[in-house]
């Protein structure tokens, strides 16, 4: 009977780590079984061998202008509804991390005013304000405003060995009428 027991336990591990691994032809409840299962313990995201560590994390942020004020900005995949844990956080952080390197690359001050005017010509952050009015359209349809804006917000890791608090910065871009976006 113990020898059952264990075997059943050795088979269904297996097949949620599997499922977990090769998680594109899962349904949505067995994967969300076995993320359950499998993050707390068996994730692997190969920080043992990285050696540095990241030096902040980024986030994509969005508001939306309705009823005559902004509203308040919201973590753009979180206000849909995802976990930070789903393949819609890794969908946004790749937006992130593209319009953060096109911010390195073109973000520039001209007479002490900052000018987006290179940064709102490229294709991250085209892309990554497309991904926020979808999300705003797809899961909060009734809901009307006339402008949306984004921004990205950074969270500075203190250097290791030292016990400092986590620095925060955003980088909030000029607005972008609802008119603009159905054109």
């Known amino acids: 009977m113990l020898i059952c027991v264990g075997l ?8 949620l780590t599997s499922v977990y691994n090769l998680r594109y032809w899962a349904p ?5 079984v076995a993320d359950l299962y499998s993050f707390p313990a068996f994730h692997q995201d190969m920080k043992l061998f990285a050696p540095d560590v ?25 206000k ?10 890794r969908v946004e952080q790749n937006f992130n991390h593209a319009l953060s390197w096109d911010v390195t690359q073109n973000l520039y ?3 002490g005013v ?3 005017d290179r940064l ?10 497309y ?17 949306i804006q984004i921004r990205l917000h950074y969270a500075f890791n203190p250097p290791a060995g030292q016990k400092a608090e986590v620095n925060h910065s955003q980088l909030a871009f000029p607005p972008y009428s609802k008119q603009q976006m159905t054109r």
């Open 80 to 89: 849909a509804g995802f976990d930070l844990r789903s393949r819609m956080e």
């Open 54 to 78: 990241a030096m902040y994390s980024v986030h994509l942020e969005s508001r939306v202008y309705r009823d005559g004020q902004w509203q308040p900005w919201m973590d753009v995949t979180e």
């Open 8 to 15: 059943v336990l050795v088979v269904v591990h297996f097949f």
């Open 131 to 147: 991904y926020a009015w979808r999300m705003q359209t797809r899961f909060s349809p009734d809901e009307t405003y006339d402008s």
């Open 109 to 111: 001050s001209k007479d």
């Open 120 to 129: 709102i010509n490229g294709a991250a952050y085209r892309n990554a304000l």
């Open 28 to 32: 949505p409840a067995l994967r969300a």
């Open 114 to 116: 900052t000018q987006f």
